[in-house]
């Protein structure tokens, strides 16, 4: 059993619709990252959180530090938010476990 | 524009050779990563550096070398004692435990 698991696996959706990517981990940590990755393979950070919750434009990002449970969500999902999503914890940035990834496809 | 640089893209190595994969930045960072992503797993950490001088191993370091003797730059050497290199290689920075990413670099086996 990986220490960070993502769900789901795969995911399709509809231009607009709302969409939810779960992150569980059974490690202690001290922050959850989420992470974007395109097609060509760079990675870009979205959030870094240790609780609550955060928002940046259509994306929010909630953790439960109890439940050891993070979610990400994309409000009003558009195609160009096609990606390969990630979550990694940890504690200092050279302990991080990362997930395999949640492959996003919004179609028109 | 600040960030980190990779490169080539693309990379092919023969048997018995080493190669070396760039990594440039710009931001100023101390922290520098490097990571091996396979397909359907996690990114691995294979080393990294939090000073100049000065590098430690990850959790993948077998196989590979590196070295920090720039602020700025921070190569990975994949050497022939690597028997499966073939992977998506991302180089990233820290700062604040925010990571930076490179775009990476595809290395496969002629």
């Known amino acids: 059993k990986n220490e960070v698991e993502q769900s789901p696996q795969n995911l399709t959706a509809q231009e607009g619709e709302f969409i939810t990517i779960n992150c569980s981990y059974s490690?202690?940590?001290?922050?959850l990252h989420w992470l974007q990755q395109h097609p060509g393979g760079g990675i870009v950070s979205l959030f870094m959180?240790?609780?609550g919750k955060k928002k940046h434009g259509r994306l929010i990002a909630t953790i439960n530090i109890q439940e050891k449970h993070s979610s990400l969500h994309i409000t009003a999902s558009h195609p160009r938010d096609s990606a390969v999503y990630i979550c990694?914890?940890?504690?200092?940035?050279?302990?991080?476990?990362f997930g395999t990834g949640t492959l996003l496809a919004v179609q028109p | 524009d600040g960030g980190i640089t990779q490169s080539p893209k693309y990379l092919f190595r023969k048997e018995g050779q080493n190669v070396t994969l760039s990594c440039e930045q710009n931001?100023?960072?101390?922290?520098m990563y490097w990571y091996r992503q396979d397909p359907g797993q996690g990114l691995r950490l294979i080393y990294y550096?939090?000073?100049?001088?000065?590098?430690q191993k990850g959790d993948i370091a077998e196989g590979y070398s590196v070295s920090r003797e720039k602020k700025e730059s921070f190569p990975l050497t994949v050497t022939s004692a690597q028997k499966n290199p073939t992977a998506f290689y991302l180089c990233?920075?820290?700062?604040?435990?925010?990571?930076?990413f490179g775009s990476g670099t595809q290395l496969s086996v002629l």
């Open positions: 990233a920075s820290s700062f604040n435990e925010k990571l930076f």
């Open positions: 490690v202690g940590i001290s922050a």
């Open positions: 959180l240790s609780s």
């Open positions: 990694a914890g940890g504690g200092a940035t050279n302990k991080l476990i």
């Open positions: 931001l100023n960072h101390d922290a």
């Open positions: 550096s939090q000073i100049v001088n000065d590098f």
